[in-house]
């Protein structure tokens, strides 16, 4: 369920959001304003709110209900940050967008997006609720697994990527949570201060960059304050930056529930959409046990325009926009519906490819005795495989809240402590087993087994055999953060937990002949155990396809290309706050610029894994770097990238870039990269375009973006840890 609670469009996709056609065609505007002028006030305000919580009939996050007599469909909206979370439509559970955000791979963001998008409008739906790009300044955000990663320009790419693929099946794409909504404690309440620099250089840029280059039509705001007010009703960020600086033309939807408290201010600053919304503003009513909020679009904001506290401009404006949206999107031409099929053949095969594509080989070393890597494992070798832990008998595990996905048919594990209330502590675990994949790929093996309740007696399995591949899960919800990135156990998630993981890891690792650690997890995780396994997978909540898609990548059926789009810390100490307060309302953002991989880099702290990390089953090297400045501003930052390995395999060349000193930045931040596919021995002459955006730095005086002159380290390789080649240049 939903209880969580732009459009500068760039050239490219004017014609997708715009409309296209002969000369003589009206344009979207022209349409719109025609079918405003048509409009009763009664009708205006029908158009700005929800019906209520468990109004829409076909189920999902809410409607706001359309209006027959002049063609506006009712307008239905279903959570899909990974998938459709609408119960029994049989909807494909998608890897979490943090594992997509991992495969580093635009178009595969647009498949992604174009995916979930068909299955919605299969169901009915005019907007997908997706779209999740808050930065994971705090990794034990309960929504890290919603989201793309620590860094704004690999988030906000892919985020453009996966609008358009929503928008080109004729839904509306979202954007949330706007803005510095970044952890689930205290958040309808606590009040994010972060200075204007650091909120538009890090906080805004994802944004900023999915809606100008992928013009979603709906952007939802978060629920939390910023510089002490909230966000809804901030006249700064609705209006100012998003629709006039950046020119968004969009729908501004609140988040659901709590996220407004005062009509005027709101509607004034700029909110276009109150949701859930209600049919009578002034009578609270339940969801069950649950008290709902009082709401404030619905007559409230009528009587508003009456009094003239609200301009019915300001009112028109909102229904303009909504109308422009509808016929953009192509929605009032066709709209969806209801009832059709799910394509489950074309979801699992996507499904599955985002899942092979993220994940991300962290580990990989040569176990005593051997001369190669563990992995990948052999798949006709006539081999004892002992498998552990994780229910990988049953399925894999996937995240909780509005950005879960629920399973087609039955959870495939049996929750420890049941629970009720809006959000379940169980998590759901999709009936794909990779007990029964890795049988399959490897059926020469002999393989077993334990369920890793018994650390004991999981260690002799493992002395006695000649893999032990390890499975350990971590579960992620809406509504709640993590106390710790450590593995959970039977005490800090009795619920999903019935053992010490990190325990039973490292018994297995101490008796193992060669010790592989498959990880099913949403964010971060610490491993105490690291040093003593041989092999590291992280897997992430990989959807529907993950138990055949784990085993392809451990029996190299599939090589591995996934690189973090988050660092690891070695332990909870090393984050840039110690703890996630229950009592203080106000977060400060102290670090400034200093966030995800650049504040391990400026704080010179070492990482268990670097953001951007991850191995291959073959080698790249990196050699003749060269920069060359261009007229229009944009630096070509030029490389040979050579597969110096026996298998195909791709790598993420990360382009990244050290500012002149004048501009007080930390030591460097990521401006581009390529996904770069190269056969055994190949060699390849790669050449990258910077734009000259990313090589700016926001001016807080003249609230203005500024390119310094100077000298700008240009840095290729496969991490942001990673200095395989390095060239300077002077820019005036």
């Known amino acids: 369920m939903h209880l969580k609670r732009p459009l500068v469009i760039a050239l490219v996709t004017a014609g997708l959001l715009y409309g296209c056609g002969g000369d003589d065609a009206p344009t979207v505007d022209q349409q719109a304003s025609a079918l405003l002028a048509k409009m009763t006030l009664d009708e205006k305000i029908q158009l700005v709110h929800g019906a209520g919580y468990g109004v829409s009939p076909i189920g999902g996050a809410g409607i706001v209900k359309g209006i027959p007599r002049l063609g506006i469909p009712d307008i239905t909206s279903a959570d899909s940050a990974g998938g459709v979370n609408v119960e029994g439509v049989n909807a494909t559970p998608y890897p979490a967008p943090i594992a997509l955000a991992a495969s580093w791979d635009p178009s595969l963001a647009h498949d992604y997006g174009a995916s979930i998008a068909a299955e919605l409008r299969a169901l009915g739906f005019v907007e997908g609720l997706g779209g999740g790009v808050n930065l994971a300044r705090e990794p034990r955000n309960g929504r890290t697994f919603e989201y793309m990663g620590e860094d704004p320009v690999l988030a906000g790419n892919l985020l453009a990527q996966r609008s358009l693929g929503t928008q080109s099946q ?187 594509q993220s994940m991300v080989l962290l580990k990989n070393a040569v176990a005593s005795g051997d001369t190669a890597s563990v992995l990948p494992l052999t798949a006709s070798a006539a081999q004892t495989i002992v498998v552990i832990g994780g229910h990988a008998d049953a399925g894999v595990i996937s995240g909780g809240g509005s950005g879960a996905v629920p399973a087609r048919d039955g959870n495939a594990v049996t929750c420890l402590v049941p629970s009720s209330g809006i959000f379940s502590t169980c998590a759901t675990w999709y009936k794909s087993a990779p007990l029964a994949a890795i049988r399959a790929i490897a059926p020469n093996a002999t393989v077993t087994y334990l369920d890793g309740s018994d650390a004991t007696a999981a260690a002799a399995a493992a002395a006695a055999a000649d893999v032990a591949i390890v499975f350990a899960t971590q579960w992620q919800t809406e509504g709640t953060d993590l106390s710790s990135l450590s593995l959970p156990n039977n005490t800090t998630d009795p619920a999903n937990q019935a053992y010490d993981q990190n325990a039973l890891i490292t018994a297995v690792a101490a008796a193992a002949k060669r010790s592989v650690v498959v990880l099913e997890t949403g964010s971060a995780v610490t491993m105490p155990w690291l040093a ?201």
């Open 170 to 356: 004729k839904v509306i794409a979202t954007v949330k949570h706007f803005a510095a909504n970044d952890q689930e404690t205290n958040r309808f309440t606590s009040n994010s201060v972060v200075d204007e620099r650091t909120l538009r250089e890090l906080h805004l840029l994802p944004f900023e960059i999915g809606l100008k280059d992928g013009g979603a039509g709906n952007v939802m705001w978060a629920y939390n304050l910023v510089n002490g007010g909230k966000a809804c009703e901030s006249s700064y960020l609705l209006t100012d930056v998003l629709k006039n600086e950046w020119g968004f033309k969009g729908i501004v939807q609140s988040d659901w529930f709590f996220a407004v408290t005062d009509t005027v201010r709101a509607a004034n600053a700029g909110l276009d959409e109150e949701q859930a919304g209600s049919s009578d503003d002034y009578t609270a009513a339940t969801l069950g046990s649950f008290s709902l909020p009082v709401t404030y679009f619905n007559q409230k904001l009528k009587a508003a325009v009456q009094a003239g506290t609200v301009p019915l401009a300001r009112l028109d404006d909102m229904v303009l926009r909504k109308l422009r949206t509808l016929y953009a999107s192509g929605v009032m031409a066709s709209p969806p519906t209801a009832g059709g099929t799910i394509n489950q053949a074309a979801g699992n095969a996507v499904a599955q490819k985002v899942a092979e």
């Open 532 to 732: 003593n396994v041989n092999a590291v997978v992280e897997a992430w909540y990989p959807g529907v396809q993950g138990g055949p898609a784990i085993a392809n990548v451990l029996f190299g059926a599939v090589n591995p290309s996934g690189k973090l789009p988050l660092t690891f810390p070695q332990s909870d100490s090393d984050l840039l706050q110690a703890s996630i307060s229950a009592t203080d309302l106000t977060v400060n953002y102290s670090e400034g610029l200093k966030m995800g991989y650049r504040w391990y880099d400026a704080q010179n702290i070492t990482p268990l894994f670097p953001f951007g990390h991850g191995l291959s089953y073959t080698r790249f090297s990196y050699s003749g770097i060269s920069t060359r400045s261009n007229s229009d501003g944009s630096v070509t930052v030029g490389f040979t990238l050579k597969n110096t390995g026996a298998r195909a395999g791709a790598e993420v060349a990360q382009v990244y870039a050290g500012l002149p000193a004048a501009a007080g930045e930390p030591p460097k931040r990521l401006v581009a990269w390529e996904k770069v596919q190269l056969a055994a021995g190949e060699s390849k002459a790669v050449s990258i375009t910077v734009k000259p955006e990313r090589l700016s730095i926001w001016n807080a005086t003249t609230h203005r973006w500024q390119t310094l002159s100077g000298s700008y380290n240009f840095v290729v390789g496969g991490s942001s840890r990673d200095s395989a080649q390095s060239s300077l240049l002077s820019r005036s």
